[in-house]
């Protein structure tokens, strides 16, 4: 097989015995060395190309060092030499077909080892390492297709360490990349997709986790800027796997950036400008990779945990998303909030919808066209208005999480008044929707129930799931609706209603496997989590109480 050497590629010592190179380069690999181990190989081979011993050894290297597509190569190579009868270049090539996510091929290879193709009596010594693969590929290759995923074992594996990466299969579901008329690429799907199914689950192409980010020094990313060391991950990444280079040129580097006409050579000289240009628009900012929930914990600062996705990065952004985003370690989760037809564009949420409209522009660089911005556009005085409102109410938020019931009757006028201000804009043709009463009612609500007023606690919290639309991000999402309703099947178990506390069970278990799948130990989960949060006195206190559903809120996946 022929093999091309990199134009940094040094000259082979003023050695001709290929032994000889064969010994120092084990010594390097006994070390550890393991590019001075493929160095020395590669001087083996210019000396006899046709080693296939050498090959073999190699591609264990290469296997070392994550370059799977040259460790393919060579144990390909390894085993053409060898008449197919290497079993360790089989395996070899089987671990780096896995590397590469080529499951199925991985699969054909270590049939092939196991059926006893290749000499038996070798095989055996390796019976154990090849039985091992070989379950990992049949549990890839179920998540590949199907998109079956043990949610809760994923949760262990990124718990047990710092840096949770992950080793799962890529799923991807009824979706096509296209162009959308003045988005550039986008997804859609291609099929009808129900609410809550699997749309996606992708590995990071790269990811910097808080505790790396500690170790090399690197500062928190600010707005606006490049991530530095994520974006040496992403190059890195490029030149151990050069197959690799046109998916990352094929994400979005910015209007000033030139478009490729054909994807780079692989062999080519990295743009490293354009890397960082892909790393600042298409970079994920993840909170949480250890923990699907986390209700009442402090804000990580922007850029501690970013990633970068191929796929995921063509999804295109609505404050009113059809989708919603989720992270385990490395994986990030796409599942769909509502129904989303065939034809039919998927959205992510970068930012907060609460945020108001000159903050998401500038934060965020471009201007949404969703219903919900188009209308604050069509009414800046009645925005302006809702924006005053808001400021009001935050600075009663203090008194509220202290139970300071004098403020009831300040914050009910606030509630009127964002009501009014929606019904005097209802002329609008894409439709108010009053998310900015949210906060103030919940907030309500939960003044009601602490002092006792349980029935009054109760027309809050339904008027709140009415309104909050079942999208991808903020407190707008499935997981919001699903704590509202266990809330109500809380208050009207006080109540001694039995047929609405069946309802809200049920409603509540609804919006959860939106948002999660049909998962019952993940649900049970959510359901001790949240049972525990309310089990003593103190856990029950306005303050944390609040501070649930104000984190639910600020606690969100956003976007770079």
């Known amino acids: 097989m022929p093999r091309r050497r990199g134009r940094n590629a040094k000259q082979a010592p003023a050695i001709t015995d290929s032994q ?95 059926s006893g193709e290749v000499g038996e009596t070798r095989v055996s010594a390796r019976k154990r390492e090849i039985q091992e693969l070989a379950e990992s590929v049949e549990c890839r290759i179920e998540e590949k297709v199907h998109g079956k995923y043990d949610l809760i074992n994923m949760l262990k594996e990124a718990k047990e360490t710092a840096t949770p990466y992950l080793n799962h299969a890529d799923f991807v579901g009824p979706v096509r990349v296209v162009q959308v008329e003045g988005k550039g690429k986008g997804m859609i799907a291609t099929s009808r997709i129900s609410a809550g ?68 050579e692989a062999t080519l000289q990295i743009d490293s400008s354009r890397v960082k240009k892909i790393v600042t628009h298409c970079a994920f900012q993840p909170y949480h990779v250890a923990h699907l929930w986390e209700p009442v914990v402090p804000l990580l600062p922007n850029g501690r945990i970013t990633g970068l996705w191929i796929l995921p990065s063509f999804l295109n952004h609505s404050c009113l998303a059809n989708a919603r985003q989720n992270f385990i370690g490395d994986f990030l989760f796409v599942r769909a909030m509502n129904v989303i037809e065939k034809g039919e564009e998927i959205s992510l949420s970068y930012c907060d919808p609460f945020l108001d409209q000159t903050s998401k522009d500038r934060l965020y660089g471009f201007l949404c066209q969703c219903s919900l911005c188009s209308f604050a556009r069509e009414h800046p005085e009645m925005t302006k208005v809702r924006s005053l409102l808001t400021r009001r109410f935050e600075r009663l938020k203090l008194l509220i999480k202290m139970v300071d019931y004098s403020v009831l009757p300040e914050l009910r006028q606030v509630i009127r008044s964002l009501r009014r201000s929606f019904e005097d804009s209802t002329h609008s043709d894409s439709g108010p929707i009053p998310l900015e009463l949210y906060e103030p009612l919940m907030a309500e609500s939960n003044l009601f129930f602490f002092v006792g007023r349980f029935e009054e606690a109760v027309n809050p919290l339904l008027e709140g799931f009415e309104l909050l639309p079942r ?66 006195p103190m856990a029950s206190s306005m303050g944390n109480t609040l501070n649930m559903f104000m984190s639910l809120m600020a606690l969100q996946d956003f976007r770079h």
């Open 471 to 536: 999208i991808g991000n903020g407190a707008s999402n499935a997981l919001a609706r699903t704590d509202i309703a266990w809330r109500l099947r809380d208050i009207y178990k006080k109540l001694g209603k039995s047929e609405e506390i069946k309802k809200w069970r049920k409603r509540a278990r609804e919006e959860f496997k939106v948002m999660f799948g049909d998962c019952e130990k993940v649900w049970k989960m959510y359901v001790e989590d949240y049972d525990r949060a309310h089990a003593s």
């Open 20 to 114: 000889d190179l064969e010994r120092k380069a084990e010594k390097a690999l006994d070390s550890k060395n393991y590019k001075t181990a493929v160095e020395l190989y590669s001087f083996a081979l210019q000396v006899n190309p046709d080693n296939a011993t050498v090959l073999g050894n190699r591609a264990k290297v290469y296997l070392q060092l994550e370059q799977y597509e040259r460790a393919a190569a060579d144990a390909e190579a390894s085993l053409q030499l060898a008449g197919g009868q290497d079993q360790e270049a089989r395996f070899s090539l089987a671990k780096a077909l896995y590397g590469l996510r080529r499951y199925e091929e991985a699969a054909s290879e270590l049939n092939k080892l196991q």
């Open 197 to 264: 199914t699997l749309i996606l689950c992708c590995k990071a192409y790269a990811m910097v986790f808080e505790e790396e980010r500690k170790l090399a020094g690197n500062v928190t990313v600010t707005d606006g800027t490049y991530d530095e060391l994520l974006v040496s991950k992403v190059i890195e990444k490029m030149e151990r796997q050069p197959g690799t280079v046109a998916d990352v040129y094929s994400l979005f580097s910015g209007a000033d950036m030139p478009a490729l006409d054909d994807p780079p």
